[in-house]
T-cell receptor, first 112, second 112 residues
Framework: RKEVEQDPGPFNVPEGATVAFNCTYS??????FFWYRQDCRKEPKLLMS???SGNEDGRFTAQLNRASQYISLLIRDSKLSDSATYLC?????????????FGTGTRLKVLA | GAGVSQSPRYKVAKRGQDVALRCDPI?????LFWYQQALGQGPEFLTY????????KSGLPSDRFFAERPEGSVSTLKIQRTQQEDSAVYLC??????????FGDGTRLSIL
């Protein structure tokens, strides 16, 4: 089993839709969680950190469920520019607190 | 510059050649990471430096891969006797402490 698992998609949604991605992780000792966005042929860029209490940044909401070992990302009012791959990232625990473990990414395509 | 800088952006080499990839981290960032990203996959950890010390090289696929950061700033990833399976994007990231990692544009390596 992979340490971090995501549904690769693609998720094709119309503009204005709400879409949610989940990501599960296997190491219960993991400390930090992030969502990164990666556009085609570009580097990953931090979208948001994920905090235990959940956090929101504009149209984006991230949540962490430690008991079930998953994190989620909700995107409201999808824009065409949201089309990208969303990478779930976990670090900490026995793998070493510095090491990032990436999921394979979930591809999102927002359609006009 | 303000970001992580990698060079070259693209590298084409013949099988069996040696290649060297360079990473210039954000000034003052103590931690530096190398990742390998195959098409359709998330980045995979290769190695980690704290200043000039290579603290973890567990992700290096073989002894053909070698990384160094002699003065604690610029790092070089060297691949000897390249093979076709080495074709990938090589990403460098840096961070200060346990803050989120910042990625460079990557080097796209193609082995013919």
């Amino acid at each position: 089993r992979k340490e971090v698992e995501q549904d690769p998609g693609p998720f094709n949604v119309p503009e204005g839709a709400t879409v949610a991605f989940n990501c599960t992780y296997s190491n219960s000792a993991s400390q930090s969680f992030f969502w990164y966005r990666q556009d085609c042929r570009k580097e990953p860029k931090l979208l948001m950190s994920v905090y235990s209490s959940g956090n929101e940044d504009g149209r984006f909401t991230a949540q962490l469920n430690r008991a079930s070992q998953y994190i989620s990302l909700l995107i409201r009012d999808s824009k065409l520019s949201d089309s990208a791959t969303y990478l779930c990232v976990v670090n900490g625990g026995t793998s070493g607190t510095y090491k990032y473990i990436f999921g394979t990414g979930t591809r999102l395509k927002v359609l006009a | 510059g303000a970001g992580v800088s990698q060079s070259p952006r693209y590298k084409v080499a013949k099988r069996g050649q040696d290649v060297a990839l360079r990473c210039d981290p954000i000034s003052g960032h103590v931690s530096l990471f190398w990742y390998q990203q195959a098409l359709g996959q998330g980045p995979e950890f290769l190695t980690y430096f704290q200043n000039e010390a290579q603290l973890d090289k567990s992700g290096l696929p073989s002894d053909r891969f070698f990384a160094e950061r002699p003065e604690g700033s610029v790092s070089t990833l060297k691949i000897q006797r390249t093979q076709q399976e080495d074709s990938a994007v090589y990403l460098c990231a840096s961070t200060l402490g346990y803050q989120p990692q910042h990625f460079g544009d990557g080097t796209r390596l193609s082995i013919l």
